[in-house]
Every structure is written in C-alpha cells, then in structure tokens.
C-alpha cells in the first residue's frame, strides 16, 4: 500500500475539448504531473504518480522483446501521456485514450491504492455490478481481514 493511498470515488464530466477536473484530493496525492495510459485488464484508463509511473517504465524497459515484452511495451508505452492540470485544475484527456476507455460525458475518478482510475460512468457502474463479492471475500479471509 502507497504510504498515502489513492482512496475514493468522485464524478465529474468531460467538455467538448476532453478536459476534465481532476480531483483536488488526488490531485494533492499525485502532484504536479501525473501520468495516464490505457488499463491493460479493463475499458479505463489508469493513472500513476511520476515516481509511480517510473518504478513502472524501469520494469517493464528489463522486459526482452521476445514472450510478450514488445507488446507490453508498445501497449503502455503507445498510449501513455504525462498529465499536468491547468489553473482550474483540469487536465486533457487525449483523444485516443477517451476513444479507448469509452469515456462520454459522465467519469468516475476512482482511487486504487497506489494509482487512480477513469471510467466512464456506465461502465464503471456495470463493472461494480459485475464484482464477485464472493471472491472478494474469500480473498479477505485468505488474508485475515
């Protein structure tokens, strides 16, 4: 767990331009620049801390090209953009990343720990409907919790 984690959900929207106010709380947490990329296991979009996103980038540039790496590689790394907020505290969502996570008008910035995400809200609202709460608990009590 981050020593501060990235923790709650908040909606907001996104203009015609594909700016969107990010949240002050996490906003605070990530600092000044922050970067985004498309989720590899979900229709969202992620984003990590700049020292996050560079522990990230180290890993994966130790990956060899061959069993996979390459497309790791061209995966993040091809949709990956750094994210600095304006005076108001919105930041561009560039196009092909929007197109990628189905993101409308309607998001939901989630914290994750270590990292955020944005969901369009539909999705995100399917994909809470979707969540094995039966697995979930069964992952606690592995745990102790």
Excluded at 45 to 54: P, Q, R
């Amino acid at each position: 767990m981050a020593l501060t984690a990235l923790m709650g959900t908040y909606h907001h929207n996104i203009d015609a331009k594909g700016r969107m106010s990010f949240p002050t709380k996490l906003r605070d947490l990530l600092g000044g620049e922050f970067y985004v990329t498309k989720s590899i296991n979900q229709k969202c979009l992620t984003i990590y801390s700049k020292s996050e996103w560079e522990k990230l980038a180290n890993k994966i540039a130790e990956l060899p090209d061959s069993m996979g790496g390459l497309d790791i590689k061209r995966w993040l790394f091809s949709g990956a953009g750094e994210l600095v907020p304006d005076k108001q505290g919105r930041v561009l969502i560039p196009s092909d990343l929007r197109e990628f996570a189905g993101l409308k008008k309607d998001v939901v910035v989630i914290g994750l720990d270590d990292k955020a995400e944005i969901w369009d809200k539909e999705l995100w609202d399917a994909q809470q409907s979707n969540m094995d709460m039966s697995a979930m608990l069964a992952a606690m009590q592995q745990l102790g919790i």
